[in-house]
């Protein structure tokens, strides 16, 4: 049924990627652009969603799409239609969903990305079922969702979730966001790419086989380059990760404390590492959750969407606002 | 009309404090007893709640009132009916409602202390209107509410609003839950009379009124001695008492980003410090909150209820659980 079909687009630091999905989640056709320099003014942004709505309108034709969902990796404001900051984009308090709608014809929903992704994990992935989920995507910093009986919770002003800048090391490591301490700055891909870095800089011989693995080249270390040399068996590497598993166990532990859900679904580009990073997150977890032994424990489990559950989630979490469907 | 008064029992460390409430949120009458030691068994401190209610009913006549709600400090389960955790009390999985429900012919719900009082003050006082309320009481540990919409969140397994359980300090304070670093071993009325008797163990200069106020006996240091002490201008207490709120503004920050919320009211004994903590605190939370300049913030403000809240939430939020009010 091409009318309930949806556009998700994602928008990310380097790639605007988009996709039409289906009722069941499926991503049937896509369409990509390079993510506009942040130097750009907020309408060459535009322009570029624009650009890959029509390319993927043109799949199925103009009108026949319930809906458009937008999601960005910022803060986007509980009206679904204005993104209040984004550090990645030029967008400062930016009227996106009024913007777009000129030039859209299907209603359009823009949504933070993690909480996209934490709909479509819930919908279609690896939380299916779950009556209170917290979504933790992993990349360069940390996202994050919170569903409770199938609604996204976006907070009073649209900005909740922001789990990776809950501070919880005084005077830790300073942060994009202006902090110091963030957790974001101890459990995600940039973490990890910093600690492996600062073994090259110790001139460490634990780090040689990493070393080599980068061409010697600092700046060569990724987090799936770190991740395959500990899938390949690098002890250093599998340490690294494992260490970046404890300290994302217990910030799990902390949201457990706060709002005590029953699945937490780890996502975002490091969660590729599997076990390698949540073996250790688990028994932090354990170790670290306040009353343990004395009350249920929720499940911590890998997404099961992988890159994709931010474009499906915005697709049909738009397509879940419009009541009926638009043919 | 008494048949809408409803009886409300907030079981405490040292009390068990019972009061009718009518619809207005004003309690009509009051009785109290001792809590029973934790070395008593359940029964016990049942036969107490009993007592009191018994008390309460002969006020007004056996059958007019809607329900009894039971607040207790420690972890309850979802279904209001079974105390997972009593930190205070000998209660380990305890099926308190069934129990009492044999004894008690009005409709009995338990909930925790703290979201009690989170309803409370949503419903008659200092977060009025508010969509989206986190309270956080202030006592010998941090307890905490979550409200959105007028819905207490109790997580998927009931224990939701542990704030004072989020570790804030790696490798730091020993907490009672068996952790380290946890907030309330910074923030909470405990935080501040270790902080002042560490000054007296220093055989600091600075404490000196303090050490007279407390007649030489560290044992005799208080909450609301040093509080007092702080409202008579001495500076130590005062200083003591914004630096337990620096640590408040930044665990409210931590909420922040992860809910979001719009108000933050604090309640629970160390409150009536008002400014002489809040202050600091809101300071702290504007420069801790991730964001800040580019997002609305949400607002610090001190319950109003007191002490009565938790009574008063507990009755009123069984009120609300039975419909339509027996008669």
Not at 68 to 86: L, S
Not at 202 to 229: E, M
Request: proline share 4%; aromatic share 6%.
């Amino acid at each position: 049924m091409s009318d309930q079909l949806a556009i998700g687009i994602d928008i990310g630091g380097t790639k605007v990627a988009g996709g039409l999905v289906d009722v069941d989640g499926n991503i049937t056709h896509r369409a990509r652009r390079d993510t506009p320099h942040r130097s750009k003014s907020p309408a060459v942004v535009e322009d570029t969603i624009v650009e890959v709505v029509a390319e993927l309108l043109q799949v199925v034709g103009s009108g026949t799409v319930a809906a458009v969902g937008i999601g960005a990796a910022g803060f986007v404001a509980a009206d679904r239609a204005t993104v209040v900051f984004a550090p990645h984009l030029s967008w400062r308090h930016e009227p996106l969903q009024e913007a777009l709608q000129k030039r859209i014809a299907a209603p359009i929903f823009v949504d933070n990305d993690a909480n996209a992704a934490a709909w479509a994990e819930w919908k279609f992935g690896a939380a299916q079922g779950e009556t209170h989920l917290m979504m933790i995507t992993l990349g360069t910093g940390i996202g994050g969702g919170i569903l409770i009986n199938g609604e996204v919770q976006r907070g009073r002003f649209g900005i909740a979730g922001e789990f990776g800048h809950m501070q919880i090391v005084p005077g830790g490591h300073r942060c994009e966001c202006g902090n110091r301490g963030c957790w974001e700055q101890y459990a995600s891909g940039n973490a990890l790419v910093r600690e492996a870095r600062s073994l090259f800089s110790a001139s460490s011989p634990i780090a040689s086989d990493l070393f080599d693995r980068a061409g010697g080249v600092p700046g060569n270390l990724t987090g799936p380059l770190i991740t395959q040399a500990a899938q390949d068996g690098d002890p250093t590497a599998r340490e690294l990760l494992s260490e970046i598993g404890n300290w994302l166990g217990l910030g799990i532990a902390n949201l457990a404390a706060v709002f005590d859900p029953g699945t937490f679904v780890i996502g975002g580009g490091l969660s590729a590492a599997g076990d390698l990073l949540l073996a250790s997150a688990r028994e932090t977890f354990k170790r670290q959750l306040t009353g343990r032994g004395y009350r249920p424990e929720a499940r911590i489990v890998a997404a099961e969407l992988g890159n994709d559950a931010g474009l499906i989630g915005a697709a049909d979490l738009a397509r879940s606002g419009v009541q009926p469907a638009i043919g």
